[in-house]
């Protein structure tokens, strides 16, 4: 009864997941506009957006070329603090807070990418639980590095160190990144706005990828990596470009995440982000981007929700449960039995796909 | 430098035995199990509670922490793990991210976040041989690791219970077909692999007496970086693998740099899988053309 | 000079000798048959052909050219395509993608076209979906063009494998053992195909089959593979007859 595969099935993903973003923002401006937005959701917006943005972007290495990464949050750690370097540094050259943020996250984007291929040359030659846990690794790394890197700027320009703050500021200097202490005083530059922006520009792209001669190509390495060589596709060359454009794009949620708080720290980037954004993926569906989507919306949402239920002292535990739930649901005969009688009713729909 | 050496040892034998555990259940489940950090957490509380609550002795604070994660780990694979079974693996490792989310939040509730200072098991004494000094917890933890390992080899290579784990590991199918009750073959493995759990985390906090709800979460992490390291699926690759990253993580400590060390010890396992694909002592498979 | 050339081509697994002492030679436009029983090395030749494994002694020249060393999909692109006896297609993609796919380095256009859809994208897919459906005419699979590949029945799995490999034009086809599972009608259908596939697309076909009879029908020349080693090899009559090959495949 799914056999076939709807002429329209990856149109009608792009119409859906555009038309969610685009309602999901009309909705909350009309509500922010009326005062009908709490204050906690209201903090929770730009969040949101780069959680979304990071589900859509780790969808595109776990679902569209299936392969595990648990290092997703090292990229957008990478982008966060490239952000925050450009934005002090273009402060008084660019004084337009749009268009700084909108640089900066082209330079996080191109840094994330840089280090995408850095960390993919090397790992992208394992596959699955250890590829998962080197990217891991490959997270815990960047952590690491972050978390001793020093940068500074006064009138001479910048200053770098690492291990060890190995250089003093002149009178008026400021220091940008301060070792495990992190980042203070970020100028908040990020809005609800910037991050619909961002959203759509990710689904953009990430749907035309899909939708074309590379994209295939890396779908048919996910399918079936010696059939995609024996008819002439490089799957060391598909896997690598997957994942540096999934680097890219979680560097941009980064900057656009890091520029929402006062400060920010590298330990706020580590495996546990990673996962979070994993656990969005896949409740979401493999492969299905408006999924994603709304999974990375919802499930920001819920515990803030379940705070306003009352169960404030139980909420990450009904989380917890709520998931594990989930996922057995999602296997189960209960379920498939559901489908088929839906399926019998609708013979000739599609199914997604689900994870 | 001696004495890094054998603090590196001790550490490196908690990650051993976590390790250990973490192989057990990889090799027959073919799961990364998330939460079994978080069993090390419960083990600890385990027997936090028992000795500094109820005043037992150490001993049975031991057996009570092993006690409790043994029916917890079958708990949790009956539970969430089994009937998954036939499932895609990444659902499985989302279940076991859930699980992992459950205890730590179960633990924030029945604890609170507020630390726990752990009395160690032995006293704070310490043995002198001449300049080096070796802690008592330092001699029952590595103690303790060389016996688990002697046993562990022992039970799958001696034992009925062990060939049939170690077959349910090689082919499920054709276990069963050999007459093998997989799932309690299963069962048995995450019993075994949790006390193992309650132990490490005994000895872990006797080494480092701070308990928190994530208190197990790295160590964790880390210990199946050093089953992946050593070869996972291998009984020896994971003693070797958690020692070798326990020295490592010392000596990049005391040398090169408290924040670095961890980055260090994920490069270096990044840099033997990639010349050992299978880690120092694990069997290279390959694709049937 | 010979399309194809194999010489001396040997492979070891650890202490096994899988395949030893191979020559082969196909012309230009040949339908050639590497036929043994199960066991025999076959694939194994095949999977060498392709640079899946790498031999341990000989060479391998396509046109004249150095084949050994060389990874999978390079070899694909100077001409060598294959289909496989357990069947790998991209089992979640459509039956038209799978083809397009085929196409993938033939009719191109860059990165940044694809994630924008500008400049030639529309053309260049335009192209490769026609060029696609007409290969998927030849075996009769244009009507269930929008199949996801996984879902199309056994034998047709088989047939798409074909045409993916047929979409890279390459001037040589590797079949391993196209028709196996298929029913004696299937196969004699299948088998007309395959003559006809070598008329239209003007390609080299080497197949592998272990039933004598079946390659006997349409081959020009057979060699034949036991223990690694070759056998013999001849007209399908002459190797027919050849006592040496009754004996290998029926034993003694």
Request: proline letters at 3%; a positive charge; glycine letters at 10%.
């Amino acid at each position: 009864m799914n056999k076939i595969k709807n002429l329209w099935a990856t149109r009608r993903d792009s119409v859906i997941a555009f038309g969610i973003v685009i309602a999901a923002y009309i909705v909350v401006q009309i509500m922010s506009m009326t005062g009908n937005i709490s204050y906690s959701l209201k903090g929770m917006l730009v969040p949101i957006c780069a959680y979304v943005v990071m589900a859509v972007s780790l969808n595109l290495t776990v679902g569209v070329l299936g392969e595990l990464s648990l290092g997703h949050a090292g990229f957008m750690s990478v982008g966060a603090f490239t952000g925050i370097v450009v934005t002090t540094v273009l402060t008084d050259a660019v004084p337009s807070d749009g268009l700084r943020l909108a640089i900066a996250m082209v330079v996080a984007a191109a840094a994330a990418a840089v280090v995408g291929v850095i960390v993919g040359v090397p790992v992208l030659r394992l596959s699955g639980d250890y590829l998962a846990i080197v990217t891991l690794a490959a997270c815990e790394i960047i952590k690491s590095i972050v978390n001793v890197l020093y940068i500074g700027m006064d009138s001479k320009g910048l200053h770098l160190s690492i291990v060890k703050q190995s250089f003093t500021l002149e009178e008026g200097g400021k220091m940008i990144i301060n070792g495990p202490i992190g980042v203070s005083g970020i100028n908040k530059i990020s809005t609800f706005t910037a991050g619909f922006v961002l959203i759509l520009i990710t689904l953009f792209v990430i749907l035309n990828l899909i939708n074309s001669r590379h994209g295939r190509a890396i779908m048919a390495v996910r399918d079936n990596k010696i059939a995609a060589d024996s008819i002439g596709i490089s799957t060391t060359r598909y896997k690598l470009l997957a994942f540096v454009i999934s680097a890219a794009f979680a560097g941009m949620a980064g900057t656009l995440y890091a520029m929402n708080y006062s400060t920010v720290t590298a330990a706020k980037f580590d495996f546990n982000l990673s996962i979070l954004v994993l656990v969005f993926v896949v409740l979401g569906g493999l492969g299905n981007i408006w999924g994603s989507v709304i999974a990375a919306a919802l499930l920001t949402v819920l515990p803030e929700l379940l705070r306003k239920l009352n169960f404030n002292d139980y909420r990450m535990l009904i989380y917890a449960i709520l998931l594990i739930a989930l996922m057995l649901f999602n296997n189960s005969k209960l379920k498939q039995m559901l489908l088929e009688r839906r399926g019998s009713k609708k013979a000739a729909k599609t199914e997604g796909e689900v994870a | 430098m001696l004495n890094y050496l054998i603090t590196g040892i001790s550490l490196g034998s908690i990650y051993a035995i976590i390790a250990l555990g973490y192989t057990m259940v990889y090799g027959i489940a073919k799961m990364l199990n998330f939460a079994h950090g978080d069993v090390i957490m419960v083990g600890g509380y385990m027997c936090f509670c028992a000795t500094t609550y109820m005043g037992w002795h150490p001993l049975l604070g031991v057996l009570l922490a092993m006690a409790v994660c043994t029916v917890l780990g079958i708990v949790i694979e009956r539970l969430a793990y089994k009937p998954l079974r036939s499932a895609p693996s990444l659902a499985v490792l989302i279940t076991a991210i859930g699980v992992s989310y459950f205890l730590q939040n179960a633990a924030l509730l029945i604890w609170t976040s507020n630390p726990k200072s752990f009395s160690p098991i032995v006293g704070r004494g310490a043995v002198q041989f001449g300049d080096l000094q070796i802690t008592h917890v330092t001699l029952v933890t590595i103690a303790a690791c060389v016996v688990i390992m002697a046993a562990l080899t022992l039970f799958t290579g001696k034992t009925k219970l062990g060939t049939a784990m170690r077959a349910v590991s090689e082919d499920k199918g054709a276990a069963q077909l050999m007459g093998i009750n997989v799932n309690t073959t299963i069962s048995m493995a995450f019993a075994i692999g949790s006390a193992l759990a309650a132990i490490a985390g005994v000895l872990l906090c006797s080494a480092y007496p701070m308990l928190v709800p994530t208190t197990g979460s790295m160590p964790g992490i880390k210990a199946f970086t050093a089953a992946v390291f050593g070869g996972i699926g291998s009984i020896p690759g994971a003693m070797l693998g958690g020692i070798l990253l326990g020295i490592i993580e010392t000596f990049c400590r005391a040398y090169i740099s408290m924040e670095l060390s961890d980055g260090i010890v994920f490069g270096v396992l990044i840099l033997v899988l990639l010349v050992k694909p299978a880690g120092l002592l694990g069997k290279q498979t390959r694709e049937k053309v | 000079m010979a399309l194809l050339e194999v010489r001396d081509l040997g492979i070891s697994f650890g202490g096994l000798r899988a395949v030893d002492e191979v020559n082969m030679k196909i012309e230009k436009g040949a339908l050639v048959g590497l036929i043994g029983p199960n066991g025999a090395g076959k694939t194994t030749v095949f999977n060498m052909l392709t640079g899946v494994y790498r031999p341990t002694d000989g060479g391998i020249r396509l046109d004249g050219e150095n084949v050994v060393g060389k990874k999978p999909f390079e070899i694909n692109k100077m001409g060598i395509a294959r289909t496989f006896q357990n069947i790998r297609l991209f089992g979640k993609l459509s039956v038209l993608d799978n083809v397009k796919l085929g196409f993938h380095n033939d009719v191109t256009y860059a990165l940044p076209e694809s994630l924008i859809h500008f400049g030639s994208y529309r053309k260049k897919e335009k192209l490769m979906t026609e060029k696609a459906m007409e290969i998927l005419k030849v075996f009769d699979l244009d009507g269930q063009w929008n199949y996801k590949a996984s879902n199309l029945p056994y034998g047709k799995q088989r047939k798409l494998e074909i045409a993916r490999a047929l979409a890279t034009e390459p001037k040589l086809l590797l079949l391993d053992e196209p028709a196996a599972g298929m029913n004696p009608n299937e196969t004699a259908e299948l088998m007309q195909t395959i003559e006809l596939v070598r008329k239209q697309f003007d390609v080299t076909i080497l197949l592998i089959e272990h039933d004598m009879k079946l390659v006997s029908g349409i081959c020009e020349y057979l060699y034949v593979l036991n223990f690694g080693r070759l056998l013999a090899e001849g007209t399908p009559s002459a190797v027919l007859s050849n006592p040496e090959v009754i004996t290998a495949y029926l034993g003694d």
